[in-house]
């Protein structure tokens, strides 16, 4: 078997995204000998990630912040020299509303995704009926489950607070997310602290009273998702890519270059892409090591004719698709005074939107002064035709709805659309089985990693520290 010159290994890095990325960037930071070349099929770097600067506004084509309490997104920003750039949502508009019969109407204050830290806001709110809070106030008194099986976010909210806390509350934060099916979605792969807090606590309502009492004195009250802790680039997460690029040796990324085919020979990784868009025959080139962060649909394609049963295993991690409409507004056109970060939209409610963000409310500077900036969320497991839909019959559609939950008068001023189908992972029940049966499979395989929001994390932070993770397994190996 030929063996790799340890000395400066040849690692491919197949996929541009933020993983792909942070893999590339992680191997050159811990080891600047080794030759990394990033293959990417489209024509930039970034994946999903991009921003867009027109007219006065800055919009984020898809994720526009990202969490700090999953540390690898800030401790990347700050290696690459960025952190003076991060900045906070709004502190003035922290909470979230909850679209009901065309009215927004205020989350309860305390309301954290699935469980509420304070009684009194449940109990006033105009979002549920009186046996709905009742039956959400006997969550104190229901037995935990003791045993560690997986069950969906559906099952587990219904069982733990009923069923209006599920559909009025619990499934629009949730789908906001995720973009998936509550009936599926994984809840110890997702949002298993919450199955921990039942565990040890015997209640959700004990063990989020439990941690009130802990916190320090002054701690801001917040509804839905934990806005205090969120961050973005003040000139947009595209800095973090560009960062990256440039951080990277110089030719080490090929653009517009899919990979055709992989194949393992000699314990060496033989990659085979197109020289240029013309060529007809893939020339073929070979690595020491491989990671693979491509979306799992695209990675099973690739690794079939290596191993059949790994294969099968990431294509049946299903992806769903998204779409964003960006709306530019003069303020006087809104009748609704937008004093929040966003509205989300439950399922019962029967509308394509899944949510609405009030993007220069949670950052200000991203709409002219006299301007608003909102964002409008649709497609997903709920309504997966629209994530394709063509533009001319999807806006029109998007602007109804928007029209009539935010009282707003007139056409948009500025308009943006953004299409990303097969982009989100669903982590189904039995998604972590899944990927400990991958795991097993990959680390028969000589320098093989995977990377990407399939497998541990759909957030920035997940991604970066899915990439990194490879990388440093990588060197390892090397070692």
């Known amino acids: 078997m030929t063996q790799p010159d340890l000395s400066s290994p040849r690692i491919a890095v197949v996929g541009g995204g933020i993983a792909g990325l942070a893999a590339a960037h992680r191997a050159v930071e811990l080891d600047p000998r080794c030759q990394v070349t990033l293959f990417e099929a489209g024509p930039r770097p970034g994946g999903v990630i991009s921003t867009l600067h027109r007219d006065g506004f800055q919009v984020e084509r898809s994720a526009d912040n990202f969490i700090t309490t999953v540390p690898f997104g800030l401790h990347l920003c700050k290696r690459l020299g960025l952190g003076e750039e991060l900045?906070?949502?709004n502190p003035a508009?922290?909470?979230?509303?909850?679209?009901?019969?065309?009215?927004?109407r205020p989350l309860p204050d305390g309301f954290l995704m699935m469980a509420p830290t304070r009684l009194w806001p449940l109990a006033v709110t105009p979002l549920l009926s009186p046996w709905g809070k009742l039956r959400a106030a006997c969550e104190y008194f229901i037995p935990p489950r003791t045993d560690d099986a997986d069950e969906s976010m559906a099952d587990f909210v219904r069982r733990r607070?009923?069923?209006?806390?599920?559909?009025?509350?619990?499934?629009?934060?949730?789908?906001?997310?995720?973009?998936?099916?509550?009936?599926?979605?994984?809840?110890?792969?997702?949002?298993s602290r919450f199955r921990e807090m039942e565990r040890d606590h015997g209640s959700l309502i004990r063990a989020m009273r439990r941690q009130i009492k802990h916190r320090p004195k002054g701690h801001p009250?917040?509804?839905?998702?934990?806005?205090?802790?969120?961050?973005?680039?003040?000139?947009?997460?595209?800095?973090l890519v560009e960062t990256l690029t440039?951080?990277?040796?110089?030719?080490?990324?090929?653009?517009?270059?899919?990979?055709?085919?992989?194949?393992?020979?000699?314990g060496k990784w033989r990659l085979f892409f197109p020289?240029?868009?013309?060529?007809?025959?893939?020339?073929?080139?070979?690595?020491?090591?491989?990671?693979?962060?491509?979306?799992?649909?695209?990675?099973?394609?690739?690794?079939?004719?290596?191993?059949?049963?790994?294969a099968g295993e990431l294509a049946a991690i299903r992806h769903e698709g998204t779409a964003i409409v960006s709306l530019g507004y003069s303020d006087r056109q809104i009748g609704h005074p937008l004093d929040g970060m966003g509205a989300v939209m439950p399922a019962v409610e029967q509308s394509p939107i899944l949510a609405v963000s009030f993007s220069s409310r949670k950052y200000p500077h991203r709409a002219p002064p006299g301007?608003?900036?909102?964002?409008?969320?649709?497609?997903?497991?709920?309504?997966?035709?629209?994530?394709?839909?063509?533009?001319d019959a999807l806006l029109p559609l998007v602007l109804r709805h928007v029209e009539k939950i935010l009282h707003v008068r007139g056409?948009?001023?500025?308009?943006?659309?953004?299409?990303?189908?097969?982009?989100?992972?669903?982590?189904?029940v039995g998604h972590k089985d899944r990927i400990a049966r991958i795991e097993t499979r990959i680390a028969t395989l000589p320098r093989l990693r995977l990377a990407g929001n399939a497998y541990h994390g759909v957030g920035i932070p997940d991604c970066i520290h899915s990439g990194e993770t490879a990388a440093e397994r990588i060197l390892a190996d090397f070692s």
């Open 87 to 89: 900045i906070s949502t």
């Open 93 to 104: 508009f922290r909470r979230t509303f909850v679209v009901r019969r065309n009215r927004l």
């Open 161 to 191: 607070l009923g069923n209006e806390v599920f559909d009025r509350l619990v499934e629009p934060l949730v789908s906001a997310v995720y973009a998936a099916d509550m009936q599926r979605l994984s809840v110890l792969a997702t949002l």
């Open 221 to 239: 009250g917040e509804s839905g998702a934990r806005y205090s802790l969120f961050v973005t680039l003040r000139d947009g997460l595209s800095r």
């Open 246 to 266: 440039s951080r990277l040796p110089a030719d080490s990324i090929r653009l517009n270059t899919p990979i055709e085919k992989i194949e393992l020979h000699d």
């Open 275 to 310: 020289t240029h868009p013309s060529s007809l025959i893939p020339h073929p080139s070979d690595f020491d090591a491989l990671i693979l962060a491509t979306p799992s649909w695209m990675t099973a394609r690739l690794l079939e004719p290596v191993d059949s049963t790994l």
């Open 371 to 391: 301007k608003t900036l909102l964002r409008v969320f649709v497609g997903g497991s709920r309504r997966p035709d629209l994530a394709e839909m063509p533009d």
């Open 411 to 428: 056409a948009p001023g500025f308009i943006d659309l953004a299409h990303w189908p097969r982009t989100m992972p669903q982590y189904h």
